[in-house]
């Protein structure tokens, strides 16, 4: 594993080039991911701790953004879940090696209105919307067959009507008080342009050492 090494040479992040809004930053690299077809753009890790500072960090889906911060939707009784509520803060991480590049965001974490998780449930694949009633996320299972059967169970359940938004599932807002912006450089001179956001809402810019 030592010798994994290669270099990053494909582009470069000016502190003068990025905008003053950390959000709008994020969308115009967002488009370029998209634009550049890689799998899975909006793929994040989400890191969470528990109040004892139990850390814990696993890959989620970004699923909305707006002017001050980004939504994912997961179990509220799953360990991520039980962690935010002991401890309402979260850092996401975006990784596009394709394009040599990471976002890292901070800040505080809520849950979004119940309108806004109950729509996206009703937008969702019917085959995700029995996978939330069906699979007890985290929990232990004794084979695969459970699972199925439990899959069964919620088809024979909704059948022929509207599958409803379970109440312990929806969605998360981290809004962002920290971001980072990481460009790979040659020579691991990376360029890294930092925000942070003040009491008043405004954005500071500044360049971190690699």
Same mark, same amino acid.
Do not use: C
């Given at each position: 594993m030592k010798e994994l090494r290669r270099?990053?040479?494909?582009? =470069?992040?000016?502190?003068? /080039? =990025?905008? %003053?809004?950390p959000m709008i930053q994020f969308r115009a $690299?967002?488009?370029?991911a998209l634009a550049?077809? +890689? +799998?899975?753009p909006n793929a994040m890790s989400l890191a969470t701790a528990s109040a004892s500072g139990e850390p814990s960090?696993? &890959? %989620?889906? #970004?699923?909305?953004?707006?002017?001050?911060?980004?939504v994912f939707f997961t179990h509220y009784t799953s !360990?991520?879940?039980?962690?935010?509520a002991e401890n309402p803060r979260a850092s996401l991480l975006f990784f596009w090696?394709?394009?040599?590049?990471?976002?890292? +965001? &901070?800040?505080?974490?809520?849950? %979004?209105p119940r309108a806004v998780s109950e729509e996206y449930f009703a937008s969702r694949p019917l085959e995700s919307q029995w996978a939330v009633? *069906? /699979? !007890?996320?985290?929990?232990?299972?004794?084979d695969r067959q459970t699972l199925q059967d439990r899959l069964e169970d919620v088809k024979r359940r909704f059948a022929n009507q509207p599958v409803p938004c379970p109440d312990d599932w929806g969605g998360y807002h981290v809004a *962002?008080?920290?971001?980072?912006? $990481?460009?790979?450089? !040659?020579?691991? #001179?990376?360029d890294r342009i930092a925000y942070t956001r003040g009491a008043d809402g405004s954005w500071a810019r500044a360049r971190l050492a690699p």
């Open positions: 270099e990053y040479a494909s582009r =470069t992040l000016d502190l003068d /080039a =990025t905008d %003053v809004n $690299w967002f488009e370029e550049s077809q +890689i +799998i899975d960090v696993r &890959t %989620v889906l #970004l699923k909305d953004v707006d002017d001050t911060g980004f !360990p991520k879940g039980r962690a935010l090696p394709a394009l040599e590049r990471q976002v890292r +965001i &901070t800040g505080s974490v809520a849950r %979004v009633w *069906a /699979a !007890p996320q985290s929990s232990e299972l004794p *962002a008080e920290h971001m980072e912006f $990481w460009q790979g450089r !040659p020579g691991r #001179l990376h």
